[in-house]
């Protein structure tokens, strides 16, 4: 279960967790076409070091790029966003998340005029497999989905809808008894 933080950063503004949210017809929802970040950030000798943090945001923007997708912010503004996020939600360590996706507006394939929105949303998040995991290691079963060719899709690009290919495989190896899959080129 997410540990909640006080704010979620939403097209510009601070606004309460709970009041973070998109109209179920966001278009996003419905067609997959959303990019995003994971990012960490570490409590460090000097504060809380966000690891990366401009080489996360510039793969952003070029995955939105690449997927004609064009975010109202540039970059200085994404960063300073996260840093900010981090810092009402005084956050020593986590997680961040970075996303932005096409809202309400028309459906279908082709949409021109629906709003891109970029949320970002940072909680406390340990190791993603768990102490016990890195302590004693994990069980790990080579699934039976394989990974997504390059040329069937922009791969480079970290897409929201790329992810339902390896939540397959995932559900897969946590219904079999293992941690985590592992999947194979075709």
């Keep these: 279960m ?24 966001t278009h996003t929802l419905h067609y997959g076409l959303g990019v995003f970040e994971g990012i960490r950030c570490y409590k460090g000798k000097s504060g809380t070091a966000i690891f990366r ?13 690449v997927m004609k997708m064009k975010i109202p912010y540039s970059a200085h503004e994404i960063e300073q966003a996260i840093i900010e996020t981090v810092r009402v939600n005084k956050l020593s360590e986590g997680y961040i998340r970075p996303i932005a996706f096409i809202g309400y507006g028309e459906m279908g394939l ?68 293992y941690d985590e899959a592992v999947l194979l080129d075709t």
């Design 110 to 177: 082709y949409v021109k005029e629906n709003p891109i929105h970029l949320t970002i949303a940072a909680w406390p998040w340990g190791t993603y497999l768990g102490d016990d995991g890195v302590k004693n290691g994990i069980q790990v079963c080579v699934s039976s989905m394989a990974r997504h060719h390059v040329n069937v899709s922009m791969t480079r690009a970290k897409v929201t809808g790329y992810y339902v290919n390896s939540q397959l495989a995932k559900r897969e190896a946590k219904e079999n008894g």
């Design 53 to 65: 943090l401009k080489d996360h945001v510039e793969r952003l923007l070029e995955s939105a790029h």
């Design 2 to 25: 997410l540990q909640e933080t006080p704010f979620i950063w939403m097209d510009g503004e601070q606004v309460p967790w709970k009041a973070a949210t998109v109209h179920v017809l």
